[in-house]
């Protein structure tokens, strides 16, 4: 078990440049969410999947964030048109089914747009 | 909806002093609650769970919280600091039913020598 893993660590962007971010999650984890962080505030939830299903999207934060995971197995959170309201930590997170498992996150992925 | 709220941004200490974070919540429904530490620049990593089982969670490094659903608390002690206790906390909750987590906006742990 090599836990949750996160590509690219870091990503310096300009702004209106599309980028993607994308999460492994613990093998056996069926469930999948992705969260973002900035500076001095606790995570903030933006989306989450059960196995390949999208179950919950309404917080995203614009239409220009998108998230997929297509075969149930890693993800990826595109934001198009960055811009520079957009620079944060994107974390993810998997876990089991069922309302006392934790999550477990990696160690996200830094945006910063210019 | 539910909510956190964790007292004080920022938290000092000193060496082999007793912690202490604050956190209430808010939930409609009975909630299970969550305490995760983050140091700079990782993710976040579970200290401690509470899921109605027993009211006094125990966790790692020696951190443990007690639930009071009379107060809506579940605050984080830790006997004695540590250097290595320095970190970012986040108090969080899941209303039973729920499939996320929504998270405080954290305390910052100072220890100082």
């Known amino acids: 078990d090599t836990g949750v893993s996160q590509d690219p660590r870091h990503k310096i962007t300009k702004r209106g440049q599309n980028v993607t971010f994308r999460c492994d999650p613990i093998s056996e984890h069926n469930r999948l969410y992705w969260y973002r962080q900035t500076l001095g505030q606790g995570p903030e939830f933006l989306t989450y999947?059960?196995?390949?299903?999208?179950?919950?999207k309404s917080r995203l934060l614009s239409d220009r964030f998108s998230a997929e995971r297509p075969k149930g197995s890693f993800s990826t959170l595109e934001i198009q048109r960055t811009e520079q309201g957009d620079s944060a930590m994107y974390l993810c997170?998997?876990?089991?089914?069922?309302?006392?498992?934790?999550?477990?996150f990696g160690e996200g992925s830094r945006l910063t747009v210019l | 909806a539910q909510s956190v709220t964790q007292l004080g941004s920022h938290v000092s200490v000193s060496e082999g002093a007793l912690v202490l974070l604050r956190c209430n919540y808010s939930?409609?429904?009975?909630?299970?609650l969550f305490w995760y530490v983050q140091y700079p620049n990782q993710g976040l990593q579970l200290l401690l769970k509470y899921t109605s089982a027993a009211t006094l969670v125990k966790g790692i490094n020696g951190f443990e919280a007690e639930f009071k659903k009379s107060e809506t608390s579940f605050h984080l002690t830790k006997p004695s600091a540590h250097m290595s206790d320095a970190a970012e906390y986040f108090c969080a909750v899941r209303p039973s039913g729920y499939s996320t987590l929504t998270f405080g906006k954290g305390t910052m742990l100072l220890v100082s020598p």
């Open positions: 997170a998997s876990s089991l089914e069922g309302d006392t498992g934790e999550l477990f």
């Open positions: 939930s409609s429904v009975p909630p299970y």
């Open positions: 999947f059960q196995n390949e299903a999208q179950l919950e």
